[in-house]
């Protein structure tokens, strides 16, 4: 049971006492006595009989009943049932019983009846009746805040239970907001989130004329510019994932009655304060609910992904590490009999294989650092044009070597190039991919057009071939990794390039645009703008998710 403390001397108004007695003298008595003591003030309400007793008791809200025993139209137990049937047992005032004759039996059976406390008249002074009515005052208002107390913990529990039916915030929320409305019977209620910089309403309910302004300063206690006299404000706390016992304010819950003239009880507030602990616990439910599931989504795909990683590298590996080995154990028995042109075929066919699983180790690399490791991701200031233009004259060589003469390669610039923030290592690879493909899928040869533009605040490269064209039906899918184009025949390929490149560009905060005809060839335009934050922001938000794998989420 909780401990109740009542402190009636700050009580302001008169208690109201209702004195039945069919003696004037008596009523009179009583009333010298009890305006007499030094603590307590009263008013009186006077009855000559029981039956205009219970009419005043209809009229008027009394504190406490003084009963003589012996009344013309009926006793004190006939009063005592009347009385019942009147107001229900718990709005009844408590009822001092006094009589002239005395009796330990008379006694008994009156406070049975609900009679709180029994006086003989004869033997009555005025420090007794004093007393008497005081700790039966204080005893009723004990009895009445317990009752309130306990009335408060059942609504709350109630209420908890209906909040904790759900693991969904923004269901949450709504019933939070409607079950307060309800039970203050107020005007609105609101819940307010705190974020960066702003303050969102995230549920209410009701109207209200003017919102209150909030200032957003994560201080304990909240600061409204505007009067709180009509507002309930209660902050919501909640743990850190990282850490449990540290809290941060996670917004308000606001109830709001424009129509109120005093201020909220102190059982209103208790009912906000204790629902809001409710809330901030439902909250954190919710909110560990939904970081878990994403934990699980992200480590399900990444063990799809590494599947997949897995049977590509298996399959890929089988036919140039068979070409290897032929070629190898033909030069080994029988090298003599082979003429040179044979001799150096077969080593060419080597190297080719051999450059052929480099190429797809190096792809498998650039998917772990792009999908599975982005904290490899080390932006920094990158001169474009020359970086650019290092990389085209290098594969423009390569490509040279392997097929003299077949390929064109057009290199124009166009606008302001400058400097960007950037990884060298990352956006090198992407771009590789991009020229690959473009070489790849010309099968006849033909002009790679490659054309840089910039406006200052960032650069777009787009890169052209006149080769296969990816088929309209196929564009949707084509940067998800090892996906491929249902047209590319015996190309080889592991369906990663354009997934390596997308990732790329979305960890430099860019964008990529396809334009693609089927057997007229494809553009691919990447966008990496001049964006230093963006890029940082990135990077840590993709950290943040692969700690929740390692840290205890999954």
């Known amino acids: 049971m909780p401990d109740i403390a009542v402190n009636t001397s700050l009580r302001l108004k008169p208690y109201t006492l209702l004195i039945i007695d069919d003696c004037p003298e008596d009523r009179e008595v009583y009333c010298e006595y009890l305006s007499s003591d030094p603590q307590y003030s009263y008013q009186f309400l006077e009855a000559p009989l029981a039956e205009v007793g219970l009419e005043l008791l209809q009229k008027h809200r009394c504190d406490v009943i003084l009963l003589d025993f012996r009344m013309p139209d009926m006793d004190g137990l006939e009063f005592l049932e009347r ?42 002074q005025p420090e007794t009746l004093q007393l008497t009515v005081r700790n039966v005052i204080q005893q009723s208002e004990v009895r009445t805040q317990l009752s309130k107390s306990q009335e408060r913990q059942r609504l709350i529990s109630t209420t908890a239970l209906r909040i904790r039916q759900s693991l969904n915030l923004d269901t949450i929320l709504r019933t939070v907001v409607s079950e307060i409305q309800q039970l203050l019977e107020c005007d609105h209620v609101a819940i307010y989130q705190l974020n960066a ?20 300063d994560r201080d304990p206690e909240p600061t409204l510019i505007s009067d709180v006299l009509p507002d309930i404000v209660a902050p919501i706390f909640v743990s850190l994932p990282s850490a449990r016992h540290v809290h941060h304010q996670w917004g308000y819950l606001i109830a709001h009655q424009s129509t109120k003239k005093t201020p909220w009880s102190s059982e209103e507030h208790a009912i906000v304060n204790e629902l809001t602990i409710q809330l901030a616990i439902a909250i954190q439910q919710a909110e560990l609910l939904t970081q878990t599931q994403a934990a699980l989504e992200k480590a399900t795909e990444l063990n799809t992904f590494k599947s997949q990683i897995i049977a590509t590298v298996s399959h890929e590996y089988r036919t140039p590490l068979a070409t290897i080995l032929t070629a190898a154990s033909t030069l080994e028995q029988h090298y003599d009999q082979l003429s040179e042109e044979k001799r150096l075929r077969f080593l060419k066919m080597i190297q080719m294989k051999a450059r052929h699983m480099t190429t797809l ?56 190039i400058s400097s960007i923030w950037g990884d060298g290592g990352m956006l090198r690879i992407a771009i590789d991919n991009l020229l690959s493909n473009a070489v790849k ?107 929740l794998l390692s840290d205890g989420i999954i």
């Open 361 to 416: 180790v190096n792809d498998m690399l650039a998917v772990h650092q792009f999908e599975l490791d982005p904290s490899q991701f080390q932006p920094a200031p990158i001169n474009m044009l020359p970086f650019l233009a290092d990389i085209i004259e290098g594969y423009r060589e390569k490509v040279q070597d392997t097929h003299p003469n077949r390929y064109e390669f057009r290199f124009s610039v166009a606008g302001r």
């Open 83 to 124: 009385l019942q049937h009147y107001q229900q047992l718990g709005d009844c005032p408590p009822v001092i019983m006094l009589t002239g004759k005395g009796s330990e039996d008379l006694a008994a059976r009156v406070i049975k009846q609900g009679v709180q406390d029994y006086l003989i008249k004869q033997a009555l």
């Open 197 to 216: 910089d702003n303050v969102i309403i995230r549920a209410e309910l009701g109207t209200r004329a003017t919102p209150p302004s909030i200032v957003c």
């Open 441 to 547: 899928f010309s099968l006849d040869g033909g002009l790679i057009d490659i054309s840089v533009n910039g406006d200052g605040k960032g650069i777009t490269l787009t890169i052209g071939d006149n080769g296969i064209g990816i088929p309209e039906n196929d564009q949707p899918m084509i940067f998800q990794s090892f996906s491929r184009a249902n047209n590319v025949g015996t190309v080889a390929g592991t369906g990663i390039g354009l997934s390596i490149v997308k990732a790329c560009v979305d960890f430099h905060g860019g964008t990529i645009l396809l334009d693609s005809l089927e057997n007229q060839g494809t553009r691919i335009s990447i966008t990496i703008p001049d964006n230093r934050h963006k890029a940082k922001a990135i990077s840590r938000c993709e950290l943040e998710e692969l700690r």
